[in-house]
Structure formats: structure tokens, C-alpha cells
């Protein structure tokens, strides 16, 4: 009988027993909505979502080294480069990993899902080979894990842009028992706490990143990437140098967004019925409802 776990332990060979999508699906149940936590289901408006699925309140700059500003070529990376790689990493709606910890990044223990290289100009960025891949005018870029999918405890997937390959080794065996010590169930009530000031002081606070957005509903998962495609739009559509053309462009774009909009109102009204406890058209229970017969 092997028992129910997020990650696979050290002592088992198979992770048959792992369940990846354990956190995702407690939490949208949890917080009525296939994005949990990262949505307020009943203060969220669509443009809350957009800004949430396209990073838009993350700044971008460059990395503070020692007190002083580093230049990476990631600095050099506008908008429409970062949502293009995002799009051509997101993969599909039955995106899933089982967490294990391969990698020791800045300190930090973490598993890396993918590793790509990028070649970029000002107009355009295309995947290459990571064999011709060339420090300093291409970029990789890393999609990490620091634990199991949506586990709040820990930073959420995201993709890290030109992290230094001095910085990344492998860990071994030893090393990754140190996260399934983390996640014991005899852990401190104020560990949470602890966890979240942990990360306030960690490196890659300081490093280009655009966190993933991936929820488990296939609908939702295909609104979120239908936002994705469509930021990318607006900004090529910015770019036009004909105010004619542009405007076109920028009115059909709008059009988009509002059906956008239509289809996240229309998925809203389901997570709202279908919410937990399921209570719509029941008796209210309280301390006068009968016991029902047995």
C-alpha cells in the first residue's frame, strides 16, 4: 500500500503514488475558481485577470549585484519578447508535473520543468538549439519549480530569464531529502511565516522571471492563453507606424477583448453555482433542522 503524497520520497522507486495536480484542485475548490488564490472570485473583475495572466504589474530591470546594477541580456528583453517565449513555453491545458528536486539554484533547491534557448532582434524571437545557443547574444530561459504545482508555501512556477550557469548544479540525493524534511507534517504552526520571509531575501527576487499561469479547467486554461495571445496583439498593434492602420488594428483589438470579457463573465457564473459547499436551493441548516431519519 503505498500512501497519498505530493512528492516522490527517497526510499520509493516508483512515484505511481504522486498526486501532481493535489494542490491545484484543493485550492480551486477552496477559493471557487480554477486560478485559487491568485483570484478573488468575488472582487475580481476581467481586468484584474488580464493583469494577473500577462505579469502586468511586474517591473523589469536589471539585477542588483553587490550594490551595483548588473547588464544581462535579459534587461534587453521588451514585452513582446517575454509574452512570445511564454506562449511558445506554455505547453497545453494537461500541463502537469510530479515534483523532485534536481536542481540547487541560488541556494534554493527547486526542479527545473524546462530549458530553452532564444535568439531575439527588436521585432522578432525565435527558439534555437541549445547546442548554438551564445552567452551574451541569446537567452536561456529556465521554467522552475520550487514544490508541487500551486503549493502556497512555496514560490509558483514561473520562467526565469538568463540565470548564470554558474549559478545552477545538480543536486544530489542527500541534498533533495532536505525538501521532503521541509515538508513535514510536524512542521512549526508559524513555519508558513518563516517560509514567506525566507523568500523575501532570496536572489532570485532580483532576477527577470514571468510567473506561469496555467489553471487545471481546460476553459479557463484557454482563456488565459487567449489573454496571452491577445496582449501580444495589442503591443505589435502599438508598434504600427501607420496611425490609420493602428487605430484599426487597436479597434478590432478591442472588440476581442470585450468578447474576452463576455466569455470570463459567462465561466464566472459557473464557478459561482458550482462553488463548495454546494448550498443553492437547499433548506439553510442551523441548530433548529431536524435530524434526518437513518
Not at 61 to 71: C, E, F, H, V, W
Not at 108 to 126: G, P
Not at 193 to 214: A, G, V, W
Request: charged residues 25%.
Amino acid at each position: 500500500w503505498l500512501p497519498h503524497t505530493e512528492t516522490q520520497g527517497n526510499t520509493i522507486d516508483t512515484d505511481i503514488n504522486v498526486d501532481a495536480l493535489h494542490q491545484k484542485r484543493l485550492y480551486s475548490i477552496l477559493h471557487n475558481n480554477p486560478f485559487g488564490a491568485l483570484l478573488n472570485i468575488e472582487s475580481a473583475s476581467f481586468d484584474s485577470l488580464y493583469s494577473l495572466v500577462c505579469n502586468s504589474k511586474k517591473t523589469f530591470s536589471d539585477a542588483i549585484i553587490n550594490g551595483r546594477k548588473k547588464k544581462s541580456v535579459a534587461s534587453f528583453l521588451q514585452e513582446h519578447h517575454r509574452v512570445s517565449i511564454v506562449l511558445k513555453m506554455r505547453g497545453g491545458s494537461n500541463f502537469q508535473f510530479k515534483f523532485r528536486p534536481q536542481h540547487i539554484i541560488y541556494d534554493k533547491l527547486c526542479m527545473v520543468l524546462q530549458k530553452r534557448a532564444f535568439r531575439f532582434t527588436n521585432e522578432h524571437v525565435s527558439e534555437i538549439p541549445i547546442s548554438i545557443y551564445r552567452p551574451g547574444n541569446d537567452i536561456m530561459v529556465r521554467e522552475i519549480a520550487f514544490g508541487p504545482d500551486c503549493d502556497p508555501s512555496v514560490r509558483g512556477v514561473g520562467l526565469w530569464f538568463a540565470i548564470d550557469e554558474s549559478d545552477v548544479t545538480e543536486c544530489t540525493p542527500q541534498q533533495a531529502k532536505r525538501y521532503r524534511w521541509k515538508r513535514s507534517p510536524h512542521k512549526k504552526k508559524n513555519s508558513d511565516t518563516e517560509d514567506k520571509n525566507s523568500l523575501d531575501h532570496s536572489k532570485f527576487d532580483t532576477q527577470d522571471s514571468f510567473t506561469m499561469i496555467r489553471p487545471s479547467d481546460h476553459d479557463a486554461y484557454h482563456l488565459s492563453t487567449a489573454i496571452l495571445n491577445h496582449r501580444l496583439e495589442v503591443i505589435n498593434a502599438k508598434r504600427i507606424p501607420s496611425i490609420c492602420e493602428k487605430a484599426i488594428a487597436l479597434d478590432r483589438l478591442h472588440q476581442q477583448r470585450d468578447r474576452l470579457q463576455k466569455s470570463f463573465e459567462a465561466m464566472r457564473i459557473g464557478w459561482d453555482n458550482w462553488s463548495w459547499p454546494i448550498n443553492q436551493g437547499r433548506e439553510k441548516v442551523d441548530e433548529t433542522t431536524a435530524v434526518p431519519p437513518v
